[in-house]
């Protein structure tokens, strides 16, 4: 089997510049800390599941103190996302976690209620030559992992709309490929969605 290796994509947590969505439920001040929790949570989370390589690939840049913190806490590689859209960040990101890894997965840092189980499975299916998808509950997905970064599943992808998945899904059986599907999950990019996901993940509720 191969070892694949876990890609996390972040945002530097500045206010104004993450989780805008949660205003004016909260300040900017106080969405860049909550963005900042979710990324430590996530690494953690990813650190204890996670057997092979993991990076974290920053936007704009990796020149912020948590970034710095997380890679010398816990051992990651710190990397700058590409230019271009989300796809294109995605598809570097991918491309350079295979040449690595023979297979690599991306994963966003607004689900670290994800659990142990779930980040267990992806990397047992990648590991096994299977192709990954995390779908989450607005259409998208929070996870993809792939043995052959294809650039027909990102490029022309209207990102942030709610049909990126179901485009996503469509595209792979044109070019033979299936994806096996692991647990739906709600990111957390509201009020509303940090409330609800907070009554089952303990430590969000420090934010409500």
């Given at each position: 089997?191969?070892?694949?290796?876990?890609?996390?994509?972040a945002?530097?947590?500045?206010?104004?510049?993450?989780?805008?969505?949660?205003?004016?439920?909260?300040?900017?001040?106080?969405?860049?800390?909550?963005?900042?929790?979710?990324?430590?949570?996530?690494?953690?989370?990813?650190v204890?599941?996670?057997?092979?390589?993991?990076?974290?690939?920053?936007?704009p840049?990796?020149?912020?103190?948590?970034?710095?913190?997380l890679?010398s806490?816990f051992?990651?590689?710190?990397?700058r996302?590409t230019?271009?859209d989300?796809?294109?960040?995605?598809?570097?990101?991918l491309?350079?976690?295979?040449e690595?890894?023979?297979?690599?997965?991306?994963?966003g840092?607004?689900?670290?209620?994800?659990?142990?189980?779930v980040?267990?499975q992806?990397?047992d299916?990648?590991?096994?030559?299977?192709?990954?998808?995390?779908?989450?509950?607005?259409?998208?997905?929070y996870?993809?992992?792939?043995?052959?970064?294809?650039?027909e599943?990102?490029?022309?992808m209207?990102w942030g709309?709610d049909k990126?998945?179901?485009v996503?899904?469509?595209?792979a059986?044109k070019?033979?490929?299936e994806f096996?599907?692991?647990a739906?999950?709600?990111?957390?990019d509201?009020?509303?969605?940090?409330?609800?996901?907070?009554?089952r993940?303990?430590?969000l509720k420090?934010f409500?």
């Amino acid at each position: 089997m191969n070892q694949p290796e876990l890609i996390l994509f972040a945002r530097k947590p500045v206010p104004g510049a993450v989780k805008t969505r949660l205003q004016p439920d909260y300040s900017p001040e106080q969405a860049a800390e909550i963005a900042g929790f979710l990324l430590r949570a996530t690494v953690e989370l990813a650190v204890s599941a996670w057997p092979a390589g993991i990076s974290l690939f920053t936007h704009p840049d990796s020149d912020h103190p948590l970034f710095r913190e997380l890679e010398s806490e816990f051992h990651i590689r710190l990397a700058r996302q590409t230019e271009g859209d989300l796809g294109a960040k995605m598809l570097a990101a991918l491309r350079e976690g295979i040449e690595r890894g023979g297979s690599a997965a991306i994963m966003g840092c607004d689900v670290p209620h994800a659990g142990w189980d779930v980040i267990d499975q992806a990397n047992d299916w990648l590991a096994r030559g299977r192709n990954v998808l995390g779908p989450s509950e607005d259409g998208g997905y929070y996870f993809i992992g792939m043995q052959e970064a294809r650039p027909e599943l990102f490029e022309d992808m209207a990102w942030g709309g709610d049909k990126v998945r179901e485009v996503t899904l469509a595209r792979a059986e044109k070019l033979g490929m299936e994806f096996d599907l692991l647990a739906k999950l709600r990111d957390i990019d509201t009020a509303s969605d940090l409330w609800l996901i907070a009554q089952r993940y303990e430590p969000l509720k420090r934010f409500l």
